[in-house]
């Protein structure tokens, strides 16, 4: 399956979306269609074999709507960017040009009636012609302004998908064409047209809604702003080595193997490698270390890193679209993109919205005129003011602007959500299960007692000890390794390795059989550990992770090995129970290590001498026991129960099997960012059902009222103009309310 994003041109509200995501998802192949009406994108997953973007663009374009296939570059979304402030600065140049010549029509036709003065000359019983020509000559110039409502919206009204632009050309139109019918009649003689005009509906229902287009474009490129922060982490250019010369390139000319020298204060524009000069480098965007890192030959470096002390010389080893920056953008992008569950509330409804507003308009309309024996001029304006406010825009901004906010929000603090889902589920677990290597403790062992057995010396035991460790990646391999370099130790040759898994490592040294591991692997090799156990048992008592070194059969010595806790770990896991999550540690150390580490935190529950395969199941078991789960971890051995879990969240740091396996990252490896995951979480879903429950508390009050309820009940009759104005409004207070997310501050104080 392959997945493509694609901007989309045209949309306005959400049966906008709906009618794309329906016209695409008919397509043969397409295995999934989400389109954002916020971002003004649509991600499809497809069989490249059965299907081409061609024909998924052809069918959008179809549809009524434009599509472009989006790369994904820094370039592309920096015009996308720019594209969006010509739009913010085309809409209030549209508002500007038609309030300037809404407000004198306003003025002419309301205007006596209010008792505001107007000239003799210009009032509708003393001259009659004069007064609607102005009113037909101020008018035509705003509507020529808007036309794109009446050119999208009756075009989509006679492909069968009405939307929001289809009920403004509706109302607006037939205000227009009734006054204009009026106009002829007046110079035709029938004077009595002139008061019952709606130039001024129609011309003030399009200034509105400009205005409100315009406070939900601006409100929406707000939303996006963690995208432009990201954006602004890389520079714009590199100084690259070409033939022995120096010369400035923009990013995107820039190619794997080529040399780029990067000097003290500049931002290091690609991920490379150092092949000269050495440097300390300020990583905290992407780990959140404060502490500047020392960098020298060899070491990898990361694009939108702050060059703090030397110069250097480095080989791009990435394409600009595969950077770690890059990929971090894409994550935020990708979160952004996808709809949370409880949009589908609004598709539901938003999929028969429009028809049934047309079809109540109508009913309304006719109804006051053959029922209530009103006048025509009174049954239009019950069905433009229904049309007017009706339209569902609230509706389909309520969710995907504030997954906008909180997605943005979170990647301010280091909290990458991979999906709205992601985001919506986290605030329902139950459970959290915390891997311990990595995500509890530190990640980073060391080698903390030596003891021998059999004549050996420690010496010989780490000898052998790193002969078997020197090619395992293993946290505990790493200690030894750490140690081995401290002490100068000479690393001896081994073959026929062998991993067995949750165990322990062994190997051939000089024609011997090496073994190294826990308990369970002595015992499974039947070697007598009987003599140690209270010994064993002791350094587990202190959290430290013995283990045990054999020679054939023979018990020759153990490493212990410490992993010191976080320091924010203890705080974290207090918080996570206040607010009523069960807490449990899952790792593959024995019991007694796993209990000292768990009782230092605060942790009851710990499910020890767990098998890396065995984690998933763990997971599963809990699952089926009717709890939701999240389950937080950094390793390879968690990837499965990540990908088991309702939620599965990676600490950033660990290997990128953990990461792609997970729904959200922890960029900072902290343990109380999954603190700050679960609040965010619990706000932007609280964010979403206040906008959905003011978006259908609107329709439900404002559709009746339009409707002349009021009106029966011996209250005012509802002006289509205000009916616009409301209209607006309930857009523009949904993405104010979603805005509210901005000033999110989590909680981590236990």
């Known amino acids: ?261 990067v000097r003290p204060g500049q931002k290091i524009p690609v991920d490379g490698q150092i092949i000269e000069g050495n440097s300390t480098v300020d990583e905290s965007l992407l780990t959140g270390e404060s502490m500047p890192v020392t960098k020298k030959f060899g070491d990898n470096v990361f694009g939108g890193s702050l060059n703090q002390g030397g110069s250097f010389k480095l080989k791009v080893t990435k394409k600009q679209k595969e950077t770690v920056l890059s990929q971090i953008i894409k994550l935020v992008e990708d979160a952004q993109a996808q709809k949370a569950p409880i949009a589908k509330i609004a598709d539901r409804v938003s999929s028969f919205f429009v028809p049934t507003v047309i079809i109540l308009a109508l009913l309304a309309g006719f109804g006051w005129y053959f029922i209530g024996n009103e006048s025509f001029s009174f049954s239009l304006t019950i069905a433009i003011a229904v049309l007017v406010i009706a339209c569902p825009c609230a509706l389909g901004l309520a969710t995907p602007t504030a997954i906008m906010v909180g997605t943005g929000k979170g990647a301010d603090s280091g909290v990458f959500f991979k999906s709205g889902t992601a985001l919506e589920s986290l605030q329902n677990v139950q459970a959290v299960v915390l891997d311990k290597t990595g995500t509890i403790t530190t990640g980073i062992p060391s080698v903390t007692d030596i003891f021998t057995f059999n004549n050996f010396t420690e010496k010989k035991v780490i000898e052998l000890a790193a002969a078997l460790e020197y090619n395992s990646e293993h946290p505990l391999a790493r200690a030894i390794m750490a140690y081995v370099r401290e002490h100068d130790v000479q690393i001896r040759a081994a073959s026929d390795f062998q991993s067995i898994a949750g165990k322990g490592i062994q190997a051939v040294i000089a024609g011997d059989t090496i073994s190294i591991g826990n308990e369970s692997l002595m015992m499974a090799k039947q070697i007598d550990v009987s003599q140690i156990k209270k010994q064993v048992d002791g350094l587990a008592l202190q959290g430290k992770t013995p283990l045990l070194l054999a020679l054939g059969t023979q018990l020759v010595g153990i ?108 960029l900072h490896n902290d343990l109380l960012d999954v603190v700050t995951a679960y609040q965010l979480s619990k706000a932007t879903i609280r964010n979403i059902k206040e906008n959905l429950f003011w978006a259908f508390a609107y329709n439900i009050l404002g559709i009746p009222v339009a409707m002349g309820g009021l009106f029966l009940l011996g209250g005012p009759l509802l002006n289509p103009m205000i009916a616009g104005a409301a209209m607006s409004f309930s857009s523009v207070s949904v993405l104010l309310n979603a805005l509210r997310l901005r000033s999110f501050r989590p909680s981590k104080k236990a």
């Not at 939307?163 to 009595?192: C, E, H, I, R, W």
């Open 1 to 261: 399956m392959k997945s493509e994003d694609y901007a989309i041109d045209g949309m306005v509200c959400a049966s906008c979306s709906l009618t794309i995501e329906k016209a695409v998802s008919k397509l043969i192949g397409v295995s999934d269609v989400n389109v954002n009406l916020t971002t003004e994108k649509m991600n499809v997953v497809y069989e490249p074999e059965s299907l081409d973007k061609q024909k998924i663009v052809s069918t959008v374009i179809a549809a009524g709507y434009g599509a472009k296939l989006l790369v994904g570059t820094s370039d592309e979304i920096e015009q996308q960017t720019f594209s969006k402030e010509r739009q913010i600065n085309k809409l209030w140049s549209q508002f500007v040009y038609s309030a300037i010549l809404t407000v004198p029509l306003l003025y002419i036709a309301m205007g006596s009636m209010l008792g505001f003065w107007l000239p003799d000359f210009m009032r509708s019983d003393s001259n009659p012609r004069l007064f609607v020509a102005v009113e037909l000559i101020l008018a035509i110039p705003v509507v020529i302004l808007n036309f794109d409502y009446y050119r999208i919206g009756f075009k989509t009204l006679l492909k069968g998908h009405p939307n929001m632009d289809s009920l403004v050309a509706l109302g607006s139109g037939a205000a227009l064409v009734y006054s204009v019918f009026g106009t002829t009649q007046v110079f035709l003689g029938k004077y009595s047209y002139s008061d019952t005009l709606y130039y001024e509906a129609a011309g003030t229902i399009l200034t509105l809604i400009t205005l409100g287009k315009y406070f939900e474009t601006v409100s929406k490129g707000k939303t996006s702003t963690a995208i432009k922060k990201l954006l602004d982490l890389a520079p714009k250019t590199a100084n690259v080595i070409v033939d022995g010369q120096e010369e400035e390139r923009l990013l995107a000319d820039i190619k794997i193997e080529n040399i780029v020298i």
């Open 559 to 666: 490493v212990a090995i410490a992993d010191s806790i976080k320091s924010s770990s203890w705080s974290a896991i207090a918080r996570l129970q206040e607010v009523g999550l069960e807490v449990i540690m899952m790792t593959g150390d024995n019991a007694k290590t796993a209990s000292a580490i768990a009782e230092q935190v605060g942790i009851e529950i710990v499910k020890s001498e767990v098998m890396p395969a065995d984690k998933a199941k763990q997971v599963q078991a809990l699952r089926i026991e009717g709890k939701r789960v999240a389950m937080v971890g950094d390793g390879i051995n968690d990837a499965p129960a990540l990908a088991q879990a309702d939620v599965g969240i990676a600490i950033g740091s660990g290997t990128d099997v953990a990461v792609a396996a997970a729904d959200i990252v922890l």
